[in-house]
Structure formats: C-alpha cells, structure tokens
C-alpha cells in the first residue's frame, strides 16, 4: 500500500527569459501550487529569491535549481515545467539534464491572449515550448505533453493534467521498484503462465518466490484463537453474503489461511502477489485462496490466481494508474452471436467493489464437483455492473528477449448470461481484431482490468517511461517520423 499512501510529489521549474515580461512568471508560480493544493499533490521549489523572479532563466540559474532538485531526489516523483514565456531553453534543459533525476517530465506552455501582444505583454511560450522539446529529444528527455499545445496554469484543463500527470508518476514510480510475491508452483497444466523473472528484473520488478508447503504449514499451526484470525473471520463475514449452510469452521479455516498470507506479504513487502489457487491448497488444507486474493486486490495489492505473476503485475499497474481495486480475468466466452461482446469471468476471486454489490462468498463451482464442495469453499462470486472498464496485460517474450502489453477501454454491460462465478460481460470495439492481435503475438488468455477509463494513463507510463513496447487497441498512433535501421 505505499505507493498509494505516500503522496506525490512534483519538482517545479518556472522557466523565463530576461527579454520578456517576468511578471508572468511570478504568476504561474503562485498559480500552480494552488492548482496541486486542489489535488492534494506536494511540491518541491526554489525558494522564490533565489533567482529574479523565482524563474530559472539562465546557466548559474539552471545549475543552481539542478543542486535544490538533487538534495530532493527521494521526494519528487516528477518534475513540471513552466513557460509562463518563450523561456530559456538551454537553463531549462541543463536544469532537468543536471539534475538527473530520471523521473517523468511535464512540459507546460502559457497561453498569449489576443489583445496582449504587445512587447510589454506578449509571451510567445508557443513558440518557446518547441524549443525547449527539442532540446529535450538532444538530451533525450522523455516528455509528456500538455491536453492543449498552450494552457492557462489557472485553468481546469491545466488541473487535470496535472492529475493525471500525478497517476503517470505514480505508475512509473510502482512499477520501476515493484515486488511481487510468487506463492506456490505453477500449475502443471498451464504452461501459458511461464515467463521470465530476469526480464522482469531487468525492468526493475522483484520477484519474491515461497513453497506452498510452507505457508500451510504456517497456517495450520495458528490457533483459532489467535486474535488475528477472529478479525479476519469478522472480515470475510462482512465482505459478502455466506450462505447459511457454511459452517463457521470454514470461515475459521478460510481466516488463518488469509493470515498467513497477509503475513508473508508484510514481510517480503510485496506490491502484489500471484497464488497457485488450485488444486494443492484444496487437497491439502481445505480451503480455496479466492477471497484472499480478493481482499488484497480491494487493498490495492492486487493478487492474481494460477500463479500469473505477469497478471499480477498487469493488476498492479492498472490500481496505480486509477487508485481502484483491478481483477484477473479470462478472456472466456462469445456473447451470442455479437461480435463486439464477449464474457470475462474467473472463478471468484474478483474485489467487491470492481463488482460493484454485494458479493456471495461460497464454495468453487467447477473444482467443487470434482474433488468435493467441503474443501472449496471461499469463492467470491458475483456479476460485474455495466460500466467503463479498462484492461491491460503485461507478457515476458523471452524469444524476443522483451516484455510486452496491450491495453486498451471499453465497458461491462447489464447483458443476461447465466454461469456460475465472477462473471463480466464485456463490450470492445473492434473485438475481433483485438482476439487477432492476441492469438497471434502469443498473450495469455488471462488480462486485467480495472472499473473506469484510464488507457491513455497507462499507455504513457509503459511507452514513454518504462519503454515496454505496448499496443493501444483503438487508440490513435502517435505520429513518428520513420527512421533507417543502421544494422539491417
């Protein structure tokens, strides 16, 4: 949970050039930290008479801002760039460059109003944003960019930038630093669940591997009296209806296999976790691991069923980019014969509030007719409720020696469809030639997904700052210039 109880802080740079009115540069300063006061967003800034006008407008200026940035590297997650006016674009590139934080960069440009533009008045920061950008590709400073080419600081599409920009940062600063818990042996008879934990290292994801065999020997040795359990047994009481005919030594036996795996998490310090959920815990405690992974993911520490470590990952990223709880689930089922539907569903281990109601906590459906009801119970089950949805999913290439994703939008719908477990009938644009992407670049069957639109979050995070290469299903591509491979 760290990541989303630390707040996000900005590094602020008040860029201007002597030519030019600094009035407005004094402005902007006021108005942006008023702007992040909104979102509950801190910052870090020059002191104001540091340098004239509190802008950084020169080389001793850069330098000076470079050193105050790096005593508070720890703290800032991003840094803003203003240009109130044309700016400087060398005290603003030898700024970020000499600060060295690689960390995601915002890059802002004020608006001229018609009737000022005179040369007391005018600002020309149009023009002074090209600049500076192409001095950040010369120094090769990834960049995001502002809704519009000029903003008013003031103004509330300016505002949400900049909250968005605070969910880019804190995706990037997730994932570049994540750990994730890999509890268990991958079930045999998934080979789709193979990937490469050096890549993921190489990226910067720690993967924190644990025997089944131990945490259920941790588990059966706790006591029913262990104050822990009877909080956890409270808990899962009141996380959903349980049938009347589960006894209360299910839920006790449920709780101390959720302790223990809150515990182990706690200790390793895992982001996020990945359990083999079937069939050894059945066999050999007696309980399933849904409503476990399901309490996790409403934490905001996503768990993710058939040790899916690269879902996990994917669930992770998605809570970090919307602050929701994200789910696992299966690219499953047609929807009729509709050709933009189809059903997603997993066994029952979705978070209550990507359901969106109540859920009902009972025994697994499928696994329960095969190896008995008694030693499944635990699943979350419920039908997801129509509304905007995002998904995404992260996939280790080892062939190609890279990781890779897709996301993309769309929405649950109210659609009818009578199966057992968490169901969510899906609508995707274009389905047919996501399936196609899919099948043909060797994905998994499983993706994540999280309530609400957040692609072009997620799609900035992974592109730009983390450098995976990532297909936007229905998002417009960005517009390159074609450059010759040397080493064809």
Not at 312 to 337: C, E, F, K, T, V
């Amino acid at each position: 949970m760290h990541h989303f109880e630390k707040k996000i802080t900005f590094g602020l740079i008040v860029g201007s050039r002597q030519f030019f009115n600094g009035a407005p540069a004094v402005e902007s300063r006021r108005q942006v930290i008023e702007q992040l006061s909104k979102y509950d967003i801190d910052h870090r800034i020059l002191p104001f008479d540091a340098t004239e006008n509190g802008a950084v407008q020169s080389r001793e200026d850069a330098a000076l801002c470079a050193r105050f940035l790096k005593e508070h590297r720890d703290e800032i997650d991003g840094l803003v760039v203003l240009l109130p006016n044309f700016g400087d674009e060398i005290a603003i590139a030898e700024t970020v460059a000499g600060a060295g934080l690689d960390v995601p960069v915002l890059l802002q440009a004020s608006n001229d109003e018609v009737d000022k533009v005179d040369v007391h008045s005018r600002r020309d920061a149009f023009c002074g944003k090209i600049s500076v950008s192409n001095n950040f590709y010369q120094y090769g400073i990834d960049f995001t960019d502002t809704t519009t080419h000029t903003s008013d600081v003031d103004g509330d599409e300016f505002g949400a930038d900049l909250e968005r920009f605070s969910r880019i940062c804190r995706t990037v600063r997730g994932l570049k630093n994540a750990r994730i818990g890999s509890i268990g042996a991958r079930t045999g008879s998934f080979q789709t669940m193979r990937y490469s934990e050096k890549l993921l290292q190489k990226s910067g994801v720690t993967v924190v591997t644990v025997d089944l065999s131990e945490l259920i020997d941790r588990a059966g040795k706790l006591s029913d009296a262990d104050s822990e359990v009877a909080a956890k047994v409270e808990a899962i009481a009141q996380y959903g209806h349980i049938p009347a005919h589960i006894g209360r030594e299910k839920l006790v036996r449920q709780a101390k296999w959720g302790v223990t795996v809150d515990r182990w998490i706690a200790e390793n310090e895992c982001d996020a976790s990945a359990i083999q959920c079937w069939r050894s815990l059945q066999d050999n405690f007696g309980c399933a691991t849904c409503v476990s992974m399901s309490m996790l993911s409403e934490k905001l520490m996503p768990s993710a069923c058939e040790v899916d470590v690269m879902g996990a990952i994917s669930m992770y990223a998605l809570s970090l980019a919307s602050g929701a709880p994200a789910a696992i689930l299966d690219w499953n089922n047609n929807y009729a014969r509709e050709a933009d539907k189809c059903v997603c569903t997993h066994c029952g281990n979705f978070p209550r509030s990507f359901i969106g109601a109540e859920p009902e906590i009972s025994e697994l459906d499928v696994l329960g007719t095969v190896i008995g009801k008694e030693k499944c119970f635990g699943a979350v089950k419920g039908k997801v409720k129509a509304g905007p949805m995002t998904y995404f999913r992260l996939s280790s290439d080892d062939t190609a020696g890279t990781l890779k994703a897709y996301t993309g939008e769309g929405d649950f719908t109210d659609d009818p469809f009578p199966m057992d477990g968490g169901i969510a009938v899906t609508s995707v644009q274009k389905l047919r030639s996501l399936m196609r992407f899919i099948v043909r670049n060797g994905f998994e069957h499983h993706v994540a997904m999280v309530r609400g639109h957040h692609g072009d979050v997620v799609e900035e995070a992974i592109t730009r700052y983390l450098k995976w290469p990532l297909y936007r299903h229905g998002g417009e591509a960005e517009a390159l210039c074609p450059q010759p491979n040397i080493f064809q």
